[in-house]
């Protein structure tokens, strides 16, 4: 048994009380009707366990009677299932403020102390994470049994939980966290639970924050006091010498006046996710010895497998017999070492630590002490260790339920565990239990995984932040004045006409092609989109990553700017700047302000055309790269992009429209070389064939004469032709892959269409995507988001070609693993009845207008203005055609929209994959 470890680290006094107030003191002379109902509903016997006998009142009250003539001597204890685990936001260290606000008083029971002394009990009272209780032994008496049940009745009910009483008792409390704070161990141990658990309040002190212990509202405290502190969450325990018949009397008489309370207690469901790596807390303060703690999760007292935790501590800790005491003690690795496990309500911790000497090394004491704990697998528990460890435990246990006032305080925990019974329960277990659930528990449980590590660190001088405080922000802002408000901007006028009319056409002697459309905007923003085309089918072949790389070197510095200089030059020119490469194009996107516009332009060009590409710079790059690989591997939705890119791919190895794996790419980054980047730069990169288009505050000819500087006589070194992608027939095919230890699963569909954006079925299909999958009222997301809640992300998209047949519509969705089938089902169900009945007039008329609404709104954003400036500028097209897609969405028909769905999205031609871990039946 460990309570004597666990009570010197953690175990605080805490108190209660309340402001209701019946009569709960001797059987009237005369009962009202309400107490004579009372009477007559009586204790009733519940059950009987070795001479611990269960009784019951009819509020819910729980009595338990420990008979024992032995010693003349009785102890009562009151457990209120109610600690640290029930307290909210804000409410640390509310349960154990009550336990001292208790000892307060009541109005029948002003001065407990007092009496305490005048009678000669030894009481107190503490808070755990679960339960808090109330004890006391004294001289076995009549006269101070029934005082103290009257007592305790009282308290339970009718405590003064007063603001004076809390003022007063606010030092008293404060002091008892000083002397924690002093104590090395007990502030380690705080700081480790609170790094172990991320979300369950055992994480959390009982003692709580000072914050919330020092600003606690009286009003609150009460509140919880009445909600916690009743009958039917509470057990009385007697024990020792007493007359059973007479206790009984005096419980009914004092404890069966109270009524059943009409509140209901919430349930209480947060658990911590299994720790899925090492965890570690260093704690620096002056004074004291070095000290670590390693501390695992474990199941809750009342499991099965409890009972092995409990035979492990004593096996690793014991003196002189235990593992760690052999490993660290004895070769003077550590002065000492020490153990204990929590059996708790939900999953609790073992505790396995070791105090060291100032000369010991806590390097080498670590090493030590994880290695024996973590070692368990290949050097089995051995049946005599097991054998002593379930002789140790057992004589202890016997010794405590020798001593009656032992029991009725231990009985505390399992009360809080959830049945006074596992008090016994786990004695039986410990008996029965074998080598090998003992081994196999350790094996479970002692995995570096699990670990949380914390180490005290003495230190002479600590460095520490400042002290955290709040801001007055009322007081912060009195003076405050703002600058001048930003002069207005324009009412744009986003119709496709007006794009058109106001934006400014030109090509450079290059051969760019610009657009240009001034309008003011707030703050005089300008957005800047640019693509450089290059290259053919047959020189982009072979050239691996140097496209990606060449793109993330661009900014690395120029022949004349090193890549801080680059920096701090876009900075000042409060520029934002991203700039992507794949074969045969490189795309720039580019914020700045209206008077830095032509500076970014010149500092662009020179970044194009003038790179340094650094050496440095490209192995942090591929660092980069290749750490993104590894980490994609086993992403769901990595591996399903991966597996449909390469379904039915054709083409070869080197060809850029080839689909490579993980491998693959992660060879092409490994063999890459600088002068591979270098030759791809000078090769392909120019301006004949590109694309800028600017749009916000910008002086047009300003900007003009910047492009001609930057960009005016940068023609492009080879022929460029575009990579023609054809069309395909895939074989339609369902995928499932692993992606073990995910906890979230994905599901991705590809199916090739023989169509382009300006067939004459464009505008019906987009509004059939639309409704089906592509808005936030379309058919797969009510079914599989809204109603039946199994996905945060559903959707169904158009990738529409501009330039050639080759379209595709897609679908994706994450969800739980154990819920695939059901969204497989859910999403094949939506597809069929959709192309079964079709769209409603409803629907079709709120998806029409939601979908122009959308397109309206991506022609006022300017960012996408301009990348769709620069688009139409190599398609050879304005924004006039945008205009006739919006008046054919207008023009479409409820049947021209279903015709549509069902012409083209056919469930038999999916490409269907699905990517997690998805465990076996």
Do not use: C
């Amino acid at each position: 048994m460990t309570q004597p470890s666990r009570l010197t680290f953690a175990l605080l006094p805490f108190l209660i009380a309340s402001a209701w107030t019946p009569a709960v003191q001797a059987a009237p002379t005369s009962a009202s009707p309400s107490q004579a109902v009372v009477q007559r509903a009586a204790l009733q016997k519940v059950t009987s366990v070795e001479g611990i006998t269960e009784y019951r009142l009819p509020n819910g009250l729980q009595v338990l009677l420990i008979p024992d003539d032995t010693k003349p001597t009785t102890t009562v204890n009151v457990t209120y299932r109610v600690g640290s685990r029930h307290e909210g936001y804000g409410e640390t260290g509310m349960a154990h403020l009550l336990e001292h606000l208790i000892f307060k008083g009541s109005p029948r029971h002003p001065q407990v102390w007092s009496e305490f002394n005048k009678r000669g009990f030894s009481a107190n009272g503490s808070t755990w994470y679960d339960r808090t209780n109330y004890f006391a032994s004294f001289a076995a008496n009549d006269d101070n049994l029934k005082w103290y049940l009257n007592w305790q009745a009282d308290a339970m009910v009718n405590s003064f939980i007063a603001r004076k009483d809390l003022d007063s008792e606010m030092t008293v409390v404060r002091n008892e966290m000083e002397m924690g704070e002093n104590n090395p161990g007990r502030i380690l141990l705080e700081k480790t639970l609170a790094s172990m658990y991320q979300w369950h309040n055992y994480g959390k002190s009982t003692i709580g924050a000072r914050t919330d212990v020092e600003n606690v509202d009286i009003a609150n405290l009460k509140a919880f006091y009445q909600r916690h502190y009743q009958p039917d969450n509470a057990t009385l325990i007697v024990s020792g010498k007493f007359d059973a018949a007479k206790v009984l009397n005096w419980v009914q008489t004092s404890f069966g006046v109270i009524p059943k309370p009409k509140r209901v207690l919430p349930p209480l469901y947060t658990l911590d996710p299994v720790q899925d790596g090492e965890r570690s807390v260093t704690v620096r303060r002056v004074g004291g010895v070095p000290m670590q703690f390693a501390t695992y999760h474990v199941v809750p007292g009342a499991h099965p497998d409890y009972a092995a935790v409990e035979l492990l501590s004593i096996v690793l800790t014991d003196t002189p017999s235990g593992r760690l005491h052999r490993r660290l003690t004895e070769q003077n690795l550590a002065a000492s070492v020490f153990g204990f496990s929590q059996a708790l309500a939900d999953p609790g911790y073992i505790l396995l630590g070791a105090q060291l000497s100032n000369e010991q090394d806590p390097a080498k004491a670590t090493e030590a002490m994880l290695a024996e704990i973590e070692d368990v697998a290949r050097q089995p528990i051995t049946e005599a260790e097991l054998a002593r460890a379930k002789s140790k435990w057992l004589n202890e246990w016997e010794q405590g339920f020798a001593d009656p006032q032992h029991v009725g305080v231990a009985l505390s925990e399992a009360v809080a565990q959830g049945d006074w019974r596992l008090f016994f329960l786990t004695r039986d277990r410990i008996r029965a239990i074998g080598l090998a659930d003992v081994q196999r528990v350790a094996t479970q449980t002692f995995l570096p995984s699990n670990r949380t590590l914390g180490q005290y660190v003495p230190t002479a001088i600590p460095q520490r932040a400042p002290q955290p405080a709040r801001v007055d922000v009322v007081a912060a802002l009195k003076d405050f004045k703002g600058q001048a408000a930003a002069a207005a901007a324009e009412a744009f006028d986003a119709s496709p006409a007006n794009i058109d009319a106001r934006t400014q056409r030109l090509s450079l002697p290059s051969g760019m092609q610009v657009a240009l459309l001034p309008k003011s905007t707030r703050g005089q923003a300008v957005k800047v989109s640019m693509t450089l085309r290059f290259g053919d089918e047959t020189s982009l072949a072979g050239w691996g990553e140097a496209p990606s790389a060449l793109a993330a070197l661009l900014d690395k510095g120029t022949q004349q700017l090193s890549r801080q200089q680059v920096q701090d030059r876009l900075d000042a020119l409060q520029a934002e700047l991203s700039i992507g490469g794949s074969p045969g194009r490189l795309t720039v996107q580019l914020s700045t302000r209206r008077d830095k516009l032509p500076e970014a332009i010149a500092l662009l060009g020179e970044m194009l055309r003038q790179p340094a590409l650094p050496a440095d710079a490209l192995e942090e790059v591929r660092r980069q790269a290749l750490s993104a690989i590894d980490a994609s591997r086993k992403e769901p939705d990595a591996v399903l992009d991966e597996a449909l890119a390469r379904h039915g791919n054709p083409y070869p190895r080197g060809d850029v429209r080839y689909a490579r794996t993980f491998d693959e790419t992660e060879a092409d980054w490994k063999a890459l070389q600088l002068d591979r980047v270098k030759a791809y730069h000078q090769q392909f990169l120019g301006a004949s064939h590109a694309q800028f288009a600017a749009v916000g505050d910008l002086d047009a000819a300003a900007t003009v004469a910047a492009l001609t500087a930057a960009f005016g006589d940068w023609r492009s070194p080879a022929a460029y032709a575009r990579v023609p992608d054809p069309f395909l027939t895939v074989k339609p095919t369902t995928l499932q892959l692993a992606t073990p230890d995910r906890q979230n699963a994905s599901l991705a569909v590809s199916l090739p269409l023989p169509l382009s954006d300006t067939h004459a079925d464009y505008p019906a299909l987009m509004l059939a995507n639309h409704l089906l999958g592509g808005g936030g009222d379309s058919r797969l997301w009510n079914r599989i988001r809204e109603k039946d809640g199994l996905s945060y992300s559903v959707y169904s998209s158009m990738q529409w070609n501009a330039e050639e047949p080759h379209s595709r519509w897609t679908a994706a969705a994450n969800f739980a693993p154990q819920n695939r089938d059901k969204v497989l089902a859910a999403f094949h169900e939506e597809i069929l009845r959709a192309r079964k009945e079709g769209f409603s007039q409803a629907e079709f008329e709120a998806g029409k207008r939601g979908l122009l609404s959308f397109r309206r709104l991506s022609r006022a954003q300017d960012a996408r203005l301009a990348s769709g400036w620069a688009s139409n500028l190599y398609l050879q097209r304005t924004f006039a055609l945008s205009a006739q897609v919006d008046q054919a969405l207008e023009n479409l028909t409820l049947a021209q929209v279903n015709e549509a769905l069902r012409r083209y999205i056919q469930p038999g031609q999916f490409v269907l994959g699905v990517a997690g871990d998805f465990k076996t039946p």
